[in-house]
C-alpha cells in the first residue's frame, strides 16, 4: 500500500480561505478552495507547507498590514475546514439547517496558532462532541478579536440539549480557554 493512501480519515476536507466576510452580497465569490485531504498524510502535507496552519501569517496586524496571496490585493479574514462538498456558508444546502457555535478570544499572536491547531485536530481526529455532525471549523480574524467558530448539522435552537454537551466537551479539548463568550447560533434566520 501506498504511503499516500494510508491512515484515511474518516471523511473528506476541503480546506478554505475568505476574504471580504462583511460584503455577504459576494460572500461565496469571496471565498476559494485551496486544498483537499482525505488521509493523515495528505493533512499533513498541506499542514506542513501552506500558511493556513498558522493564521497569524495570513491575518492583518500591526506589523502586517496586507498579503497579497494570486495577484489579490486584499487579506484573508477567515480560513475554513469543511467536509468536503460543503461551502463555509450559511446558503449551503446542510448549513442552512445547521447552527455555528463560537467563542471569540482577544487578538493573541501565540494564542491562536495553538487554539487552530487543536481545533482542526478535533475536527479531522472526529473528537468533538457528536463530531458526526460537525460539518467544519472557521477562525475569523476581527482586528482585536479572533473569533472560532465550530459548524454543525443541526439546528441548536431545536436540539438545545446538545448545546451545553458540546461545550463542555470543548472546554476539555482546551482547558484553558475561557469560554464565557460562548454563543449558539442557529442558521435558519440567516438565510
Not at 98 to 119: Q, V
Not at 165 to 182: C, G, M, T, V, Y
Request: hydrophobic share 40%; aromatic share 14%.
Amino acid at each position: 500500500m501506498e504511503a499516500s493512501s494510508k491512515y484515511p480519515l474518516q471523511r473528506s476536507w476541503t480546506l478554505w480561505e475568505m476574504w471580504d466576510t462583511r460584503n455577504t452580497a459576494n460572500f461565496l465569490e469571496n471565498m476559494k478552495g485551496v486544498g483537499k485531504f482525505d488521509t493523515v498524510w495528505s493533512f499533513w502535507q498541506h499542514w506542513s507547507n501552506l500558511p493556513h496552519a498558522d493564521p497569524t501569517f495570513l491575518f492583518v496586524d500591526e506589523s502586517n498590514m496586507q498579503k497579497n496571496f494570486e495577484g489579490m490585493s486584499q487579506s484573508i479574514e477567515a480560513i475554513g475546514i469543511f467536509e468536503r462538498g460543503i461551502i463555509p456558508a450559511w446558503e449551503d444546502e446542510v448549513n442552512k439547517l445547521g447552527s455555528d457555535y463560537s467563542f471569540k478570544r482577544p487578538y493573541n499572536h501565540d494564542e491562536i496558532k495553538n487554539i487552530w491547531t487543536r481545533l482542526a485536530f478535533a475536527l479531522i481526529g472526529e473528537t468533538f462532541y457528536l463530531s458526526e455532525q460537525v460539518t467544519g471549523i472557521r477562525i475569523v480574524d476581527r482586528g482585536k478579536s479572533t473569533k472560532y467558530e465550530i459548524w454543525v448539522r443541526y439546528d441548536c435552537k431545536v436540539v438545545a440539549e446538545n448545546n451545553a454537551a458540546f461545550k463542555a466537551r470543548l472546554q476539555e479539548l482546551l482547558p484553558e480557554i475561557d469560554l464565557s463568550d460562548w454563543a449558539e447560533s442557529s442558521h435558519q434566520n440567516r438565510v
